[in-house]
């Protein structure tokens, strides 16, 4: 009787296993007689760097041979749900995401599935949604690396921190870098957070205001870590009115012009260098592998609240002062002559 009822629950589960397959069954490219098309969704180009990403992306996939189909949701979820459709119409072989929130874009992988069309989350991290593949940096040492060196310079003393979009899955992995190193102090009670926003949709103006308050508050400020450049410069702003830039360490992070330069100048502790480069040809080899081959090498993985998803990680590089010409640099991420425009020439370092 038992192997009856055994032979039936292997049959079942062989049908299931059947419909689940042909449910989500993917498109092959292969098949098609032109390049290969990928449909590039982006949350915003608010930041310097996004231009960056695009510039990157469309290079190393015309190198091999694809090409890309791009739209820029101005950090309207709704309207990146309806770019997604659109791509999704014109035929595209795979999307690859930048949400600009990161449970809401739930739908838009739906929206792939029921297409065929596999989806790859680019540095951001789309919740509860089993992706493809995940391409990012180390968003947990991009937080880490900032607060280490903040407070190696201030060991002790008031903090703000200065968080990204709640609705970025990044702002809370760098700010989990943050706590990782802070903790310690916090508990001795040598380093106090006296403040701690999450500026919404990245506005810069939060970072602003959140200063300005708290200086207008009489609150004695120490140390400010921002989770990007764009948020630090704001925070700077607002230190300038009272003539406290330079004089309160600010870090930052992605490495903008602004940022470089504010760290040439003096006014920013630090940046960090996310190699984009580096980052935009991963992203196009695990399309490519994806497409062609039906699987790409990984052996680390992210966990999206639900699935443990296959994580191709770029590492950061911190800058500071004495690094400028060593890291953004020689690089080619940045000129000297930029970097360092508001700095007297005589006061430029030399090109090693």
């Not at 749900?81 to 791509?87: E, G, H, M, N, R």
């Not at 770029?314 to 930029?338: M, Q, R, Y």
Request: glycine share 6%; hydrophobic share 40%.
């Amino acid at each position: 009787m038992w192997i009856k009822q055994l032979k039936i629950f292997l049959l079942l589960a062989s049908l299931i296993t059947m419909v689940l397959l042909a449910g989500c069954s993917y498109k092959n490219p292969i098949d098609k007689p032109d390049k290969i098309t990928i449909g590039l969704s982006m949350a915003t180009l608010q930041e310097e760097r996004w231009h960056r990403d695009i510039e990157a992306l469309r290079a190393k996939a015309q190198a091999k041979g694809a090409e890309i189909l791009f739209r820029n949701a101005n950090n309207n979820i709704n309207d990146q749900i309806s770019q997604v459709k659109s791509l999704l119409s014109k035929d595209i072989d795979i999307l690859v995401i930048v949400p600009q929130d990161a449970e809401k874009s739930q739908q838009a992988v739906q929206l792939a599935r029921n297409k065929g069309i596999r989806v790859i989350c680019y540095d951001r991290l789309i919740k509860n949604s089993n992706t493809d593949f995940y391409v990012s940096f180390d968003n947990i040492r991009v937080g880490e690396y900032m607060a280490s060196l903040m407070v190696s310079k201030v060991p002790k003393g008031n903090y703000i921190l200065i968080n990204g979009a709640k609705t970025d899955y990044n702002s809370f992995m760098y700010n989990k870098g943050f706590k990782n190193i802070l903790g310690k102090y916090l508990y001795e009670g040598s380093i106090k957070i006296v403040d701690e926003v999450w500026a919404n949709d990245w506005k810069p103006e939060d970072a602003f205001k959140c200063v300005d308050k708290a200086l207008r508050d009489g609150k004695k400020i120490d140390a400010i870590i921002a989770a990007n450049d764009s948020l630090a410069g704001a925070a700077i702003k607002a230190l300038s009115q009272r003539r406290l830039a330079g004089k309160v360490p600010v870090a930052g992070h992605d490495a903008d012009i602004s940022g470089c330069q504010r760290v040439a100048e003096g006014t920013q502790l630090l940046t960090v260098y996310k190699p984009i480069d580096q980052l935009a040809e991963k992203a196009i080899d695990v399309v490519l592998g994806l497409l062609n081959n039906d699987y790409y090498a990984c052996n680390k993985f992210i966990n999206d609240g639900e699935s443990d998803i296959p994580y191709e990680m770029v590492e950061p590089v911190v800058v500071t002062k004495d690094t400028l010409v060593d890291t953004v640099i020689s690089a080619g991420f940045h000129k000297l002559e930029d970097v360092y425009r508001n700095v007297p020439e005589s006061k430029w370092p030399r090109k090693k």
